[in-house]
């Protein structure tokens, strides 16, 4: 059964009324004389604080949720003992209450029906008879087709538990966009160097670093807890920054040395760091000599990469990449040459990142203080569950055999195309689940995402929000939010092992469920019950905590607890000790053999990106700091602080469209691809006359969003060209061009209302 | 290019991106008051001077228009107050360094005189007139044999209410347009002339008339040399000054300012009045309507403009 | 005692945690603020330079909100913090006219609303939400009157301003250079 997915925007289903106008009502100064408390700051000690951990975004920072006496969470505060924060929470984590008030939220489940005419609507339905239309697909799917035709896409903690259900369903095939959309390129290309990746978060010892170098990566804006605060310390510290980004970034604005290079010539530029650093004797020798593979071929390859050359490239001047190359030098090994995380840019980009490995190996700085640690985390055993059935297919027989052979987590859009039929390939994915990840506004080439949901049988979309990747659901299942619930316990590694819990501060809300409940249930109708054999999560908590001397009751007094490290090597090559690198050649490859072997470029090679067409500019794109990519613009609290993106125009740039600061324009990419709404211009000296920059994840199209709703432009939809990577199939995203249009193009969307 | 911007987008209602908390009520309410300063300023002081009979319609008629402007004025500061329910706070207090303060206890004195100087007159104006209740009859005698006395207390106040509709602004120094010792004497002398215009158009006599235009063409002149002075002192000052300047010189407010407030509501009035002192003739209720309507104006555009003006910092 | 508050520009990120932390602490409505971000930025490509400062009010000692207001409902307590009483306060906007930094906000129900350097938690001896939040240590408060304090500290031995100190206020925000 093959249906035309019409994009449905939650509406008939589940308003709630709108508490609009009755403020005005009241006389005014009234309700102070009855009711002082409301307005007044609640005091901590009248308050109960619950632990939990952030879901604002993946840094997953500590905190405590405060609820005053008559039940209302008041505010998240972090936990000081949580490494991952300090005590303190980012602007998105103390905004963290607007998403358990977002009246916006999903409400109830939704199942998608069609009218004798043929429109289609969303239906409110019971849990029940929701879970029993996924179950029975999912059964169907597995009986005509086989369970490896199922796949799921999961973004954030709740994640686990559907993927445990997944793979007892029989599955390999469970992705996320934080893979192939952002940090891939960089743990295959680190791996490929170290044998190791950098994980997340990340192993960076930015608090004790003497030099931090950011390409392109831009803290600050990307808000990362513990590496803005760690990036402050150096500041203080007296640590050098070095910034290279095409745009001037806030770290760029507290750095020692900006380097405003053209976009995408990073590698020229790292390839003449490395010629300068090894030419002029600037590298670790020790270091270099002990534990690295392929020196001299490094050598010889960037023998004609002077900085003259990448001068002519990037546009850097060529005594400045020799001074940055020095003052890099002079703090080695305690210089951290940062990976970046979101570093899919233009096809490229595990050779880049690649770069970035062989310079902080040149430097010594990998396993050195100031330069990369040797994280550890608490091994919490599994509750014990029968083995996963082995998958007989998976998502790569879409491909021609060994292709991607190095790719270490699932490619989410190597799932689309494994979704989309084809000749070669036997059996096609025909059912997805979807959590916690808004695939319209994280994968790029929208109409190819579209094509591979119109090839399904069904879609299941677990999310809190009308986001919206719901409208293109068969079942929408509401979630409550992350303070509304317990969860897996949080285990990410750092310098000291920590564990963390999320305890509910509140009952869902409307007819929301936690995705504990969710998964068991589904389990249970699919006859998977002994993959979930305990009867709530509290138990299932408490059995694995008790494993690692702790308990439900400890965790939820401290809510973070910290235990000491197996062995005493977190700066584990700071004296060269002697040390096996998980590579070929048990050393850091700086000639990688497995790349080789691949047929790939052993060492990294500067190629030439496509530039921008006359008339048009590159599609820059980042983080605000006060939002966490589409999934906080509808939260009350973060709208506040911004509630629309704007689109940055060098004034020159400006002065030749004859376009004014705050005038709003439509973009439209080299594609003929116009922006579904209007963006707001700002004019400034902060960007490069080639480039226009804009924040990722506002132009939300679902009016269910109401105040998210048509506020700002999606870079998304304007990412419609992308250059794959070919080693392992990162999409390369900073390749597209935009123009500008000042009048309202004629109306391109084809939307059905219920 | 220099930018300055909000990054947490800031955008509270009234007062980005421009302030705006004082809307219609305010201009309304200094207009009133200064109105109702003036003509009483003029009935005491004509009293005290003992010209009483010269100037029945300064005395006794236009009066009349006093507690009902002030009460008026009143009204629209009440509608202003954002916390109405609270409003008795300001008679709990004396707070001499907020002209708010003073000028709220002036009207609470000033505005019963005016009924009570009405009062006093009402059977002077209306033979017929009966007060029924033989304390009121009582009061009213008691009332005129102090009226003497009465009119000093009353011109001392009104005169106090004059200068605050100006100080009210000039106390101001966040905003550069008011922040200027001038504003408190220009309010006061318009206050002063407007109330005249309203008794120069009500009296039906003429010598009354002919001498009420004389002294309304030197307060007309005198508020043209503080006008002048004004931005004068704006141009040699600061920066923002200089700014706030900027608004009437070229900027949005310079048509309202010069045409409305200086040409129609100044300097076209005392062409007239001088023109109708030579004889020449000139319809009774144009030069007074000119000279309240460029008042009223006055107050509404300093008040806007003055909002707009801030510290740059 | 003088309370007061040292703001370090070089290091502040502008991420608006600081507005988030009073929202939610004090509660205050939505689509208001007691605290807020400037980002000025100045010369041009590829010669910027950018300045951000976290901003509320300023507690002036020589405070013109507090000498309008006609019925003593702002007034100013132990430790020079500017504060305004909800129920003394007849919302004549005053205060908010007489203040150069356009600290003060008329609260919807009706009564003007300021930062109040969190006297509540200041007096239990805790620092100011923002100040705790402030992700980048940014922010340091206490007294100027205690050398060992954490705004005298930061104010040793670095260079800084006050915002319009022309109108007289005596500001008592000091933005590190
Ligand atoms: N054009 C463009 N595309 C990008 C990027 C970009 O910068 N530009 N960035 C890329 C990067 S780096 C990444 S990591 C990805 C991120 O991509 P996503 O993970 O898709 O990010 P979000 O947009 O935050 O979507 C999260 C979804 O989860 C929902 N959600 C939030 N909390 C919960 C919860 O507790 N339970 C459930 N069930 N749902 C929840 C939200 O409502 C939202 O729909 O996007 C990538 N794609
Ligand atoms: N507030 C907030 N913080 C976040 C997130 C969020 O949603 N909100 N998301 C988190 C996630 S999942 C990720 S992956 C990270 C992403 O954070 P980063 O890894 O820091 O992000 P990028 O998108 O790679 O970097 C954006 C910067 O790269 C610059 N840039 C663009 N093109 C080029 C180029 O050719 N060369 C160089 N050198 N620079 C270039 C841009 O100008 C911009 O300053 O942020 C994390 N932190
Ligand atoms: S960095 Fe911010 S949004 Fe992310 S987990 Fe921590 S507090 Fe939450
Ligand atoms: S929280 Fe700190 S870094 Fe963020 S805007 Fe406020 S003062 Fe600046
Ligand atoms: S900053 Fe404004 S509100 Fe605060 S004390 Fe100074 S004048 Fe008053
Ligand atoms: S608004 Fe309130 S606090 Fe402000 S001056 Fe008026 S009475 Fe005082
Ligand atoms: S000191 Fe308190 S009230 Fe003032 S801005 Fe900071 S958090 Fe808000
Ligand atoms: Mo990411």
Redesign the interface.
């Known amino acids: 059964m093959k249906t035309r997915r019409d994009f449905i925007k939650i509406s008939a289903a589940g308003t709630g009324a709108a508490a609009i106008g009755l403020h005005s009502l009241k ?4 309700s ?2 009855g009711d002082e408390n409301e307005q007044t700051p609640a005091s901590d000690e009248e308050m109960t604080p619950y632990p939990t951990y952030c879901e604002v975004c993946f840094w997953k920072c500590a905190g405590w949720t405060y609820v005053d006496k008559k039940g209302n969470i008041r505010k998240v505060i972090g936990n000081e003992n949580d490494p991952h924060c300090n005590g303190r929470l980012c602007p998105r984590g103390t905004g963290g209450i607007g998403m358990y008030y977002d009246e916006d939220r999903l409400k109830h489940p939704l199942i998608r029906e069609t009218k004798p005419d043929g429109t289609q609507y969303f239906r409110k339905a019971s849990w029940d008879e929701a879970l029993d239309v996924i179950a029975e697909k999912m059964d169907k799917l597995r009986k005509e087709h086989g369970p490896e035709c199922l796949a799921l896409f999961s973004h954030g903690t709740g994640g686990k538990l559907v993927s445990h259900l997944v793979k007892a369903y029989g599955s390999p095939n469970i992705s996320a966009p934080s893979f192939a959309q952002c940090r891939g390129p960089r743990e295959v290309g680190f791996t490929a160097t170290f044998g190791e990746d950098v994980m997340s978060p990340e192993r960076t010892d930015i608090r004790d670093t003497k030099c931090l170098v950011l390409i392109g990566s831009h803290i600050g804006e990307n808000m990362h807890n513990g590496q803005i605060q760690e990036m402050s310390a150096a500041l203080e510290n007296g640590a050098t920054i070095i910034t290279v980004d095409p745009r001037f970034s806030t770290a760029a604005s507290h750095s020692k040395y900006w380097l405003p290079i053209k976009p995408a010539t990073d590698m020229a530029l790292l390839l003449a760091w490395m010629h300068v650093i090894i030419y002029e004797n600037l590298y670790d020798k020790e270091y270099v000599e002990k534990y690295t593979f392929g020196f001299d071929e490094l050598k010889e390859h960037v023998k004609n990469k002077t900085p003259e050359w990448a001068y002519g490239l990037t546009t850097i001047e060529p005594e400045i990449i020799r001074r940055t190359a020095r003052e890099m030098a002079a703090a080695s090994p305690r210089v951290l040459v940062h990976p970046g995380r979101h570093v899919t840019w233009y096809g490229d980009d595990t050779q880049r990142s690649r770069a970035i490995a062989i310079l902080n190996a040149l430097l010594g700085s990998w396993g050195r203080r100031g330069g990369f640690y040797n994280p550890e985390s608490v091994h919490v055993p599994n509750y014990p569950h029968p083995p996963y059935p082995k998958p007989k297919r998976s998502w790569k027989d879409a491909y021609p055999p060994g292709k991607y052979k190095l790719v270490s987590e699932v490619l989410s859009t190597g799932i689309c195309d494994a979704t989309i039929p084809n000749p070669d390939l036997d059996c096609h994915l025909r059912g997805w689940i979807v959590y916690g990840t808004n695939l319209m506004a994280s994968l790029p080439d929208q109409k190819k995402t579209i094509a591979a949901i119109n090839n399904l049988d069904f879609l299941v979309v677990i999310d809190t929000m009308p986001m919206d990747i719901t409208g293109y659901a068969d079942v929408v299942l509401p979630e409550c939010t992350y303070l509304e619930r317990y969860d897996f316990l949080r285990t990410s590694p750092h310098r000291e092992p920590v564990i963390a819990l999320r305890m509910p501060a509140a009952k869902p809300k409307y007819d929301s469920k936690p995705n504990w409940w969710i998964t068991k249930q589904l389990a249970n109708r699919l006859g998977l019950q002994d993959y979930f054999q305990w009867e709530n999560i509290e138990e299932l908590l408490d059995w694995q905590l008790k494993k690692i001397g702790s308990s439900l009751d400890e965790m939820k007094r401290v809510g973070v607890k910290k235990y000491p490290r197996e062995y005493d090597d977190l700066y584990n090559l700071e004296n060269l000790e002697d040390f096996e690198f998980n590579t070929n050649t048990g050393k850091i490859e700086l000639y990688s053999t497995e790349l080789e072997m691949e047929g790939f470029d052993p060492l990294p090679n500067y190629t030439r990106h496509p530039e921008p067409p006359e008339g048009y500019y590159r599609l820059n794109y980042g983080r605000a700091p ?1 939002h966490t990519f589409s999934r906080t613009s509808n939260n009350h609290n973060l709208w ?4 629309e993106n704007s689109v940055w125009v060098n ?1 020159k740039v400006a002065d030749l469209w004859e376009i004014k600061n705050g005038q709003y324009v439509w973009l439209k990419n080299q594609d003929g691809i116009v922006s579904s709404f209007p963006i707001k211009v ?4 902060r960007i490069r006359w080639d480039s226009v920059y804009m924040v990722h994840g506002f132009g939300h199209t679902d009016k269910k969003l109401r105040r998210a709703y048509g506020r700002g432009a999606s870079d998304s939809e304007l990412v419609s060209k992308v250059y794959l990577d070919p080693v392992m199939g990162g999409t390369g995203m900073r390749s597209n061009f935009v123009t500008f249009l000042k009048e309202k193009p004629g109306n391109n969307r084809e939307e059905v209302e219920s | ?16 991106p421009y ?1 705006h ?2 809307h219609w009520q305010i201009p309304l309410y200094l207009f009133l008051g200064g109105l109702a300063a003036g003509i009483l300023f003029f009935a005491s002081y004509y009293v005290v001077t003992d010209k009483e009979k010269q100037m029945p319609y300064t005395v006794k008629w236009a009066p009349i228009i006093a507690p009902f402007a002030l009460v008026l004025g009143l009204g629209a500061l009440f509608l ?8 008795w ?2 008679y ?2 004396v ?1 001499i ?5 003073w ?2 206890w002036t009207l609470m004195l000033i505005t019963p005189m005016s009924f009570i100087w009405v009062a006093s007159y009402m059977k002077e104006m209306f033979p017929n007139w009966d007060w029924k209740f033989e304390i009121l009859n009582k009061f009213e005698a008691w009332i005129i044999k102090v009226r003497v006395p009465f009119a000093w207390i009353m011109m001392a106040l009104s005169i106090i209410l004059g200068v605050y509709t100006g100080i009210l602004l000039s ?5 550069p347009l008011w922040n200027t010792s001038i504003l408190g004497p220009l309010f006061l002398t318009s206050g002063l002339s407007t109330g005249l215009a309203t008794i120069i158009w009500i009296s039906k006599d003429k010598n009354e008339r002919k001498l009420l235009s004389r002294i309304d063409l030197i307060l007309i002149l005198v508020e043209l040399f503080l006008i002048i002075h004004l931005f004068m002192g704006f141009l040699a000052s ?1 920066a923002v000054q200089t700014e706030a300047a900027a608004l009437f010189l070229g900027g949005e407010f310079t048509v309202t300012f010069w045409v409305f407030v200086v040409i129609l509501g100044l300097a076209f009035p005392a062409t007239l009045e001088a023109l109708e002192l030579r004889g020449y003739h000139v319809p009774a209720w144009v030069p007074p309507f000119l000279i309240l309507f460029g008042g009223l104006v006055f107050r509404f555009v300093m008040v806007e403009a003055g ?1 707009i003006t ?4 | 005692m003088r309370y007061a508050m040292a703001i370090d520009t070089a290091k502040c990120v ?1 991420c ?1 945690d600081c ?1 988030v932390a009073c929202q939610t602490e004090n509660n205050v409505p939505h ?3 007691r ?8 010369g ?1 490509y590829p010669n910027v330079q950018i300045e ?1 400062r976290s901003e509320r009010c300023n507690h002036c000692d020589n405070a ?1 909100c507090v ?7 702002s007034h100013i307590v132990e430790g020079g913090i500017v504060m305004v009483t909800h ?8 205060c ?7 600290a003060r ?2 609260h919807p ?4 609303d300021k930062c109040t350097f969190c006297k509540h938690r200041v007096d239990k001896g805790q620092n100011p939400a923002c100040v705790d939040v402030c992700p980048t240590h940014c922010l340091h408060f206490g007294d100027l009157d205690d050398p060992n304090s954490d705004v005298s500290k930061a104010l040793k031995n670095r260079n800084w301003k006050v ?2 100190p ?4 005596k500001p008592q925000l000091y933005f590190l250079i």
């Open positions: 006389l005014r100064g009234f102070l004389l006060m506040d602080l911004m509630n004034p700002r004019v400034t000296e | 290019m220099k930018e300055e911007l909000f990054v947490s987008g800031r955008n509270i209602p009234n007062i980005d302030l908390v004082w202003d107050l954002k916390h109405q329910l609270y409003f706070r300001l709990t207090t707070r360094t907020s002209p708010m303060s000028g709220a106390a101001f120094n966040a905003r600061s909002q801030r510290f740059l910092y | 502008g608006g507005v689509g208001y603020c605290d807020w971000i400037v980002e000025t930025v100045s041009s951000l013109p000498r309008c207001c006609p019925t003593g409902a129920n003394e306060c007849i919302g004549c906007g005053a908010i006219e007489s203040c150069p930094y356009d906000y008329s129900e009706g009564y003007v915002l319009a022309e109108a007289g206020t």
